[in-house]
């Protein structure tokens, strides 16, 4: 630094050569006859890409600032001078060598390499000092290998439906349900320039492995699985399996709908517009609102009541529910109502009992009020009827199999008359024995006319088979197996007026009853008895 090159001042080279306007390296000194460039620090004097003279500082720091190399550029005068300079700088570094790790090696023979690398005229850089790295900070993160699909949730206009959307899985044993990688707080370096290279302090995500949740652990990380098959219960920092699927408040937004191969218990309210669906059983502390559809393959619990036109339910198995107004109610099995049925619309396949617990005697109206009440089996009702609307008892007859079945026999005469517009259009009846042979002899634009026409024709044929055969299971499945066996039995007040049909036979009673059976003769119309006691 401090080494200056004279110009005469009578000749302006600037005009005539770019590399005398100097960069920032060099200062420009007008000394009146003379110009001065005076390097402002020590390096090599060079003309750079942009044709301007430069000092190129012979000390390099590797990005990282972890490595600094003395830069040995083969010159045409100074070769003395760069190996003394080069030599200055290793001292230096000696004297700031106060750590082990900090490792500087001078010898004669890098002496004798620098001089081969300048006899050369290759370009050379030494190791003059290296410092610390730093020791990265691991962070505990959490990762959730558990994820929601989307997909499902989505309707046409590609809009998520918050509804759809569940914190609740199906897992088996053993499956894989998040991994924490453990934290390590990272340790600080130190740069070649003596400066601390500093760390991110640790983040430690917490993650809490609840009943049924197996951790297996290491060194680096820990692995939470499932330890039985289950219903997976998953949020960020918590996971907890159980056999059922347990809802402790309502179904909401926060549970989203509900669809499990397993049993499912709800401690609160299934609110309008969400779904509940099981293989097996259902148990339901609160109510079904209106709007909202439950169905199981096995039993049904409600402790609360089904509310609103809307309310839709199904079970496989029995069902036993605290009351229902103006719900729909269908239950494979028999059927429990403990207080009353209020306009609701119910079918069960198996026995219908209705407590009436709450039901006050005195008051005109009973326990089962308006609405269509089906059962495939007997009823036991508390109390029936009220002065200011019908209400309807049907027994031993499935009534909407029957209309399925009639709109069936609907279809055949329609079926019965394209299956002969076909037949005719054809022109010869497929039943018979040479039928092969027949067609075989037809000229070709004729088979080709025909071939799509017999397509249909089968199609058709097809179509009328199924029918009959849905039409015979329907035919079994309108009717109890044995209607002799069948009764209606009203524990109290019958309020008219009430329309009663078992099997084909129906009645209107119009008058006031109580403590009365209605059952059918041999000759399957309504006997009406006293119920004793």
Do not use: W
Request: hydrophobic share 40%.
């Amino acid at each position: 630094m401090g080494k200056c090159i004279i110009l005469s001042r009578y000749v302006d080279y600037r005009k005539y050569y770019s590399f005398f306007v100097p960069e920032e390296s060099i200062f420009y000194k007008d000394m009146g006859d003379t110009v001065e460039y005076i390097a402002k620090h020590t390096g090599y004097l060079a003309i750079n890409s942009a044709d301007k003279l430069e000092i190129i500082s012979p000390s390099v720091v590797s990005t990282d600032e972890l490595f600094l190399y003395y830069l040995v550029i083969p010159v045409i005068y100074g070769n003395v001078n760069l190996i003394k300079d080069f030599y200055e700088k290793i001292e230096v570094a000696d004297t700031q060598n106060d750590k082990d790790d900090l490792i500087l090696v001078k010898t004669r023979k890098e002496e004798g390499e620098i001089s081969d690398i300048l006899k050369s005229g290759l370009t050379g850089k030494k190791l003059l000092r290296h410092g610390l790295a730093p020791v990265p900070t691991v962070h505990g993160l959490v990762h959730v290998y558990i994820k929601q699909d989307f997909t499902e949730a989505k309707d046409k206009a590609d809009k998520i439906d918050y509804k759809k959307i569940t914190p609740y899985h199906e897992v088996n044993e053993g499956a894989l349900i998040a991994r924490k990688i453990k934290a390590v707080q990272g340790t600080p370096g130190l740069n070649v320039l003596n400066k601390i290279l500093p760390v991110e302090k640790v983040k430690d995500e917490n993650f809490n492995a609840g009943q049924n949740i197996v951790k297996e652990e290491n060194e680096q990380e820990i692995l939470y699985k499932a330890g039985i098959s289950g219903i997976l219960d998953l949020s960020s920092d918590h996971a907890s399996i159980t056999e059922d699927l347990q809802i402790k408040g309502d179904v909401d937004l926060n549970t989203g709908n509900l669809k499990s191969s397993k049993s499912i218990l709800i401690g609160g309210n299934v609110k309008g517009g969400f779904s509940v669906e099981s293989a097996k059983d259902i148990v339901i502390e609160g109510n079904v609102e209106d709007g909202a559809v439950v169905s199981c393959r096995g039993n049904l619990t409600i402790k609360g009541g089904i509310f609103g036109k809307k309310a839709t339910v199904s079970a496989g198995g029995k069902a036993v529910i605290n009351f229902v107004q103006e719900g729909n109610l269908r239950a494979s099995g028999d059927l429990l109502v403990e207080n009353y049925l209020y306009t609701a619309k119910v079918f069960c396949k198996g026995n219908l009992i209705v407590d009436g617990k709450k039901a006050k005697t005195q008051e005109r109206r009973g326990a089962v009020l308006a609405g269509e009440i089906n059962s495939m089996g007997s009823m036991s009702l508390h109390s029936v009827g009220s002065p200011a609307i019908i209400t309807d008892l049907i027994c031993g007859i499935n009534q909407d199999a029957k209309k399925k079945k009639v709109e069936l026999e609907n279809v055949l005469p329609i079926l019965k008359k394209e299956i002969a517009r076909l037949q005719n259009n054809i022109g010869f009846d497929l039943s018979r024995d040479d039928v092969v042979e027949v067609f075989k002899a037809l000229p070709a634009i004729r088979k080709k006319i025909i071939h799509p026409l017999i397509e249909k024709l089968q199609q058709a044929v097809k179509q009328r088979e199924d029918v009959l055969s849905a039409i015979k299971k329907l035919d079994a499945a309108s009717y109890a197996d044995d209607l002799h066996d069948l009764h209606i039995d009203i524990q109290h007040q019958l309020v008219p007026d009430v329309y009663i049909r078992m099997a084909d036979s129906e009645k209107t009673i119009q008058t006031a009853m109580s403590k009365v059976r209605f059952s059918l003769k041999e000759d399957r119309t309504i006997e009406i008895a006293t119920i004793l006691g």
